[in-house]
């Protein structure tokens, strides 16, 4: 089994920024997709951004220009730089892995933007 423990969530003023970091532990393989998912309170859970183990990445049109994705991969950590946080960025931010036969799951992290 693969545990993702999540971090950096919080209250933001509009045009903030935040550092979200996932860090995956349990059985040794290798994950070749990380990413992050938000759901907002009556919304589907969405794809904001991921990252494979080569570095390629894929963004949500909403986010692109303001959030980066990185990823240590010695670490099995992702990273999630928020920058020019808006209101409509407020939900659950869960981490996710991806690897053979594995479909992890974080706990999820709330993200606030409000003034």
């Known amino acids: 089994q693969v545990q993702l423990v999540e971090s950096g969530g919080g209250l933001v003023q509009p045009g903030g920024s935040l550092r979200l970091s996932c860090a995956a532990s349990g059985r040794r393989i290798s994950i070749r997709v990380m990413g992050w998912y938000r759901q907002a309170p009556g919304k589907q859970r969405e794809l904001v951004a991921a990252?494979?183990?080569?570095?390629?990445?894929n963004y949500a049109d909403s986010v692109k220009g303001r959030f980066t994705i990185s990823r240590d991969n010695a670490k099995n950590t992702v990273y999630l730089q928020m920058n020019s946080l808006k209101p409509e960025d407020t939900a659950v931010y869960y981490c996710?892995?991806?690897?053979?036969?594995?479909?992890?799951w974080g706990q999820g992290t709330l993200v606030t933007v409000s003034s």
């Open positions: 996710n892995a991806k690897a053979l036969l594995v479909d992890a």
């Open positions: 990252i494979t183990s080569i570095g390629s990445t």
